[in-house]
């Protein structure tokens, strides 16, 4: 296989990582932000999520203000 191959097969499967990373992601901050929803400490969330406090502080309050009031 020449070089120009392997770019186009590696430049082929980057959208499809791209999207799953991307999914991975999400999925870590809605977990996250579940654990600090249900009194788990944001200092310790934070720590095993890799999301930092302050930013995991404004996902939470972000993700309330999207919430319907009823």
Known sequence: MD???SVELAAQ???TAEA???AARLDVE???VAAVREGE???EVSEV???GSADL???ERAAAEDLPQG
Do not use: F, H, T
């Open 13 to 15: 499967r980057q959208p």
């Open 41 to 43: 400490p944001v200092e």
């Open 20 to 22: 799953a990373a991307d």
């Open 3 to 5: 070089k120009i191959s």
């Open 30 to 32: 809605l977990e996250a």
């Open 57 to 59: 502080r404004y996902l």
């Open 49 to 51: 999520s890799g999301i």
